[in-house]
Nanobody, 122 residues
Framework: QVYVVESGGGLVQPGGSLRLSCAAS????????MGWYRQAPGKQRQVVAH???????NYADFVKGRFTISRDNAENTVYLEMNSLKPEDTARYYC????????????????WGQGTQVTVSS
């Protein structure tokens, strides 16, 4: 079993910044990739950013130039630095980890955290 835990959410004013963290823990696994998703009430979940274990990144158009995803492979942790936050960024942010287990390396597993709330408001 792998556990994924997000942290760092909170209430900020428009134009402010937050740094989200996501840590994957467990035993006998390796991470192919990790990503950030978000979901606002009544709306579909959106991909925000994605990073592979090799460092390749992808961003949704609505966060390019404002958000930066990074990782610390040794700690199995990814970060999302969010700058110039807008009210429309308000959502619950979820971390996803794509995992290979030692006992079944031919199959990729997906694990999700419980999310962390980001609210951007005056």
């Amino acid at each position: 079993q792998v556990y994924v835990v997000e942290s760092g959410g909170g209430l900020v004013q428009p134009g402010g910044s937050l740094r989200l963290s996501c840590a994957a823990s467990g035993s006998s696994f390796s991470i192919n990739a990790m990503g950030w998703y978000r979901q606002a009430p009544g709306k579909q979940r959106q991909v925000v950013a994605h990073i592979t274990s090799g460092g390749s990144t992808n961003y949704a158009d609505f966060v390019k130039g404002r958000f930066t995803i990074s990782r610390d492979n040794a700690e199995n942790t990814v970060y999302l630095e969010m700058n110039s936050l807008k009210p429309e960024d308000t959502a619950r942010y979820y971390c996803n980890a794509q995992i290979l287990h030692s006992f079944d390396r031919g199959h990729e597993y997906n694990y999700w955290g419980q999310g962390t709330q980001v609210t951007v408001s005056s």
